[in-house]
């Protein structure tokens, strides 16, 4: 089975979502990315958090359409809080666990890329995660959701496995050790 990767961009000081989710300053960091390519090509499936789906720029929309559209696959959303009539485009699942494994078996030997601050650390804290790529933009934003929060909480040490950059960002890749 696939591996499950928290795939995220962040600015430079460590916010994934400006204050009230907002992601318009993102524009302009776009560009060829050969590390983003890679990742677009081993997509198998995508496990959504609660707040990025039901967010501003929920992928159930036009404008927060996953990667641009440049991916389509199974997309499960983990939530408690499953619509009454869902949208036939996504599969809701309340149980973490459950939500991991239904995402694996859908994305066969491919990744299952994790979407949503929340929903990796709760995948981290279950010992479900097996990497995290950030790409860090040279932008800072002052607030926003954070990448990792974890008040009081112990740290969590990670294994590089590569950093690289393009002219926009620098991609860094890095596995939880299990």
């Known amino acids: 089975m696939g591996r499950v990767l928290w795939h995220v961009t962040m600015s430079l000081d460590g916010f994934i979502a400006g204050p009230g989710g907002d992601m318009s300053w993102l524009a302009g960091h776009g560009g060829p990315n050969p590390v983003v390519d890679e990742v677009l090509a081993r997509i198998g499936a995508v496990l959504i958090g609660h707040r990025t789906f039901f967010g501003p720029h929920s992928p159930a929309t036009a404008q927060g359409r996953l990667y641009g559209g440049a991916w389509t ?57 097996d990497e995290v790529l950030v790409h860090v933009v040279p932008t800072l934003l002052g607030d926003g959701t954070r990448l990792f929060e974890r008040p009081g909480g112990d740290g969590t040490r990670l294994e590089q496995v590569s950093v690289t950059h393009t002219a926009h960002l620098t991609n860094i890749w890095l596995r939880v050790p299990h």
């Open 73 to 129: 696959g199974p997309q499960l959303v983990h939530t408690r809080d499953i619509p009454d009539d869902p949208n036939p485009d996504f599969i809701f699942v309340d149980d973490l666990l459950e939500a991991v494994a239904s995402a694996k078996a859908a994305a066969g030997d491919g990744y299952v890329v994790v979407l949503g601050a929340a929903t990796a650390r709760s995948c981290l804290d279950a010992g479900l995660l």
